[in-house]
């Protein structure tokens, strides 16, 4: 199942302005866990699966940008998009990828691993960068 992405400028269903979250995952195994977890925890969320989409969906004022520094993207589109709306970037890599994603850190508010991600989810999803 694809991750569903949402026009320029919308919400997710039943989310107030500035209460989803915007997810820029390309794995499916991740969308899957974002999405259940989320619906678990109550929290909306918005995927998208590249700058362009990410650049459109910013206008939606989520919270807060969930990215995934191991996709492979364009993260310099990425972080101008969020920087420009002032949103805040928790970015998630892995043990064997610190390295090279670590010039992408300093842009993030936080930065955990998967492993970390997994575990936190829902409290990182209800409270952001500063959880």
Same mark, same amino acid.
């Given at each position: 199942?694809?991750?569903?992405? $949402?026009?320029?400028?919308a919400? /997710? =269903? #039943?989310?107030a302005?500035?209460?989803?979250?915007?997810?820029?995952?390309?794995? $499916?195994f @991740?969308?899957?866990r974002?999405?259940?977890?989320? =619906?678990l925890?109550?929290?909306?969320v918005?995927?998208?699966? #590249? /700058?362009?989409?990410? &650049? &459109?969906?910013?206008?939606g004022? /989520? =919270? @807060?940008? *969930? *990215?995934?520094l191991?996709?492979g *993207?364009?993260?310099?589109?990425? @972080?101008?998009a969020a &920087?420009?709306?002032?949103? /805040?970037v928790?970015? @998630?890599?892995t043990?064997? $990828?610190?390295?090279?994603?670590?010039?992408?850190?300093? !842009?993030c508010g =936080?930065?955990v691993?998967k492993e970390t $991600?997994?575990?936190?989810?829902p409290?990182? *999803? !209800? &409270?952001g960068?500063?959880?």
């Amino acid at each position: 199942m694809a991750p569903h992405t $949402l026009p320029a400028g919308a919400r /997710p =269903r #039943g989310s107030a302005p500035g209460g989803h979250v915007l997810a820029v995952v390309k794995d $499916l195994f @991740f969308v899957a866990r974002i999405r259940e977890t989320a =619906r678990l925890a109550g929290v909306a969320v918005a995927f998208a699966r #590249g /700058p362009q989409e990410v &650049e &459109e969906a910013v206008g939606g004022a /989520p =919270r @807060f940008v *969930l *990215l995934d520094l191991t996709a492979g *993207l364009d993260y310099e589109r990425i @972080f101008r998009a969020a &920087e420009a709306q002032r949103l /805040p970037v928790l970015g @998630f890599t892995t043990h064997a $990828l610190a390295r090279q994603t670590q010039p992408w850190h300093g !842009r993030c508010g =936080r930065v955990v691993t998967k492993e970390t $991600l997994t575990a936190e989810l829902p409290a990182l *999803l !209800r &409270e952001g960068v500063t959880s």
